[in-house]
């Protein structure tokens, strides 16, 4: 199966800043089957962005995600006080799906 | 408005079944697929598989393979997730999320909101 690395574990940062996520696949990973989720404590996942880039209806357009093959990336642009939350990727071209172990992004 | 409400916390003993279900209301049952994913207490989510209820078509991973079962009840709109053989590490809440109906599609436009399923003795 794929096995999705996201780095770092956590940031620690003020809102209005900006953030890149990074998640890293151990294979390439199919076409452009990429998603990332916003998840809150006690909350199901929130879907941000699939096809690699392509923005879920009603996410801001703050949040943006770029890459291909092993290497991805989730952008937000200015941090809202609403954006701190741990962020996920998925691979959904291979099965099993896969999901990165997550990054905590935690207000300074 | 799409919603999808699932049933209430189960506790359950080891070597039980556990019967989850997910009422899906505001959308066209039979165009959309039902992705099933688990997360134990601070861990991370876990795919447990997908139905088509158009067609009844299921995909489970290997790992859940011949311990899960997805199916459909089409007159209320309601998918049902069934694990049998529990272990404790089955402890977790289990999410049901809307999907696309095709092979890869994209899933998770909408979420349920839940089922807490313990494994104790």
């Known amino acids: 199966e794929i096995v999705l690395t996201q780095s770092p574990d956590t940031l620690s940062l003020s809102p209005g800043e900006g953030v890149t996520l990074s998640c890293r696949a151990s294979?390439?990973?199919?076409?452009?089957?990429l998603a990332w989720y916003q998840q809150k404590p006690g909350l199901p996942p929130r879907l941000l962005i699939y096809g690699v880039s392509i923005r879920a209806t009603g996410i801001p357009d703050r949040f943006s995600g770029s890459g291909s093959g092993t290497d991805f990336t989730l952008t937000i642009s200015r941090l809202e006080p609403e954006d701190f939350a741990v962020y996920y990727c998925q691979q959904y071209g291979r099965s099993p799906r896969t999901f990165g172990q997550g990054t905590k992004v935690e207000m300074k | 408005q799409v919603q999808l409400v699932q049933s209430g916390a189960e506790v359950k003993k080891p070597g039980a079944s556990v019967k989850v279900s997910c009422k899906a209301s505001g959308y066209n049952f039979a165009a959309y697929g039902i992705t099933w994913v688990r997360q134990a207490p601070g861990q991370v989510l876990e795919w447990m598989g997908w139905?088509?209820?158009?067609?009844?078509?299921?995909h489970y991973p290997q790992k859940f393979q011949g311990r899960v079962i997805m199916t459909t009840d089409t007159s209320t709109t309601t998918v049902y997730m069934e694990l049998r053989s529990l272990r404790s590490d089955d402890t977790a809440v289990y999410y049901c999320?809307?999907?696309?109906?095709?092979?890869?599609?994209?899933?998770?436009?909408?979420w349920g909101q839940g089922t807490l399923v313990t494994v104790s003795s």
């Open positions: 139905i088509n209820p158009s067609n009844d078509n299921t």
């Open positions: 999320a809307r999907r696309e109906g095709y092979d890869f599609g994209p899933e998770g436009d909408y």
């Open positions: 294979q390439s990973v199919s076409s452009t089957y």
